[in-house]
């Protein structure tokens, strides 16, 4: 009886073989080390670094649903201040409807990431979806496991609610989009913005906040203005702020000007540690 030579098991993934053959075996072999799965070729907004909480019902962890990932995670550890949240003004979010519509500008021409993060300290919930041109509309359905934590023991309201998104560079920089939220476009207040940050440490205001217009790049090429806010606030570890950015009339009426902008946060701890969050964000309207 012939045996079986254990090396061709080791090499039977090279071994060469017609195209088609080829094709086939590149697959299986891909499909036994894990790296290739037919249900991985479908789109997947979920997040490899962020991880369901195993404390939680199977049914509310974070996984794809649909057409998002939701769920509930692990808390993430991140810097003093986090974005957690870059909208055009209205932010018409309302948690009590059946779904919500998310937009980005049509012409942007980008695939955009888009993250909901529940705010209270003690319930981490989190939705990503993945917007690949020409999609420029997102309808998050509201009665999957958000629609049951909302009704846990630490209630969600539309204002636990915090949504942002983004592109990434090759350089890794992540640049924001501010959402549209509503299905109404014409609704969007141009070149108005609101920017929520995350306290994660107590920080001491007021902050000083520097407008630059930048390139492509993302390097500074126009200093718009300076100014200061929070000035009588006191911002107590995990403290939600809300700021209101208006680009300046001179800078709305630049039809040649760039698009990209970079928001400077300073401030310091209470231990006089400093504290810098850079925001860059492209303004296309709508």
């Known amino acids: 009886m012939k045996t079986k030579n254990p090396r061709s098991r080791q090499f039977w993934c090279i071994e060469r073989q017609p195209a088609w053959q080829s094709l086939w075996r590149l697959l299986s072999c891909l499909f036994m ?3 290739y799965s037919p249900s991985l070729q479908a789109a997947d907004d979920c997040i490899r670094t962020i991880l369901p909480d195993p404390r939680a019902d ?8 649909d057409q998002r990932c939701e769920g509930l995670i692990v808390k993430e550890v991140s810097a003093a201040f986090k974005i957690v949240a870059f909208t055009h003004l209205p932010n018409t979010f309302d948690l009590q409807g059946s779904s919500v519509h998310i937009g980005i500008p049509q012409q942007l021409n980008q695939s955009v990431r888009i993250t909901a993060l529940s705010l209270p300290i003690k319930t981490f919930f ?4 993945h917007m690949i041109p020409p999609q420029s509309d997102f309808l998050w359905s509201l009665e999957g496991p958000i629609s049951q934590v909302r009704y846990g023991q630490l209630p969600l309201h539309s204002f636990h609610i915090a949504l942002r998104g983004r592109y ?6 992540e640049v924001h989009v501010p959402l549209r939220i509503g299905k109404d476009s014409a609704s969007v207040i141009p070149n108005t913005f609101e920017l929520a940050l995350l306290a994660e440490v107590h920080v001491q205001s007021p902050l000083l906040l520097t ?13 718009v203005q300076t100014w200061q806010a929070l000035e009588d606030e006191d911002i107590f570890e995990g403290k939600t ?13 630049e039809t040649t000007a760039p698009h990209l ?4 946060i300073n401030s310091q701890t209470r231990r006089g540690f400093g504290v810098s969050v850079p ?3 492209e303004n296309k309207g709508y």
């Not at 989190?126 to 979806?129: L, S, T, Y």
């Open 261 to 264: 902008f970079k928001l400077q």
């Open 168 to 173: 990434f560079l090759e350089s890794g920089e």
């Open 211 to 223: 407008l630059f217009q930048v390139d492509s790049t993302l390097a500074p090429v126009n200093t």
């Open 126 to 129: 989190r939705m990503d979806k």
């Open 279 to 281: 925001l860059y964000f």
């Open 58 to 65: 199977k049914s509310l962890q974070y996984r794809q649903r």
């Open 241 to 253: 702020i809300y700021l209101p950015i208006t680009l300046p009339r001179d800078i709305q009426n």
């Open 33 to 35: 080390l894990g790296i």
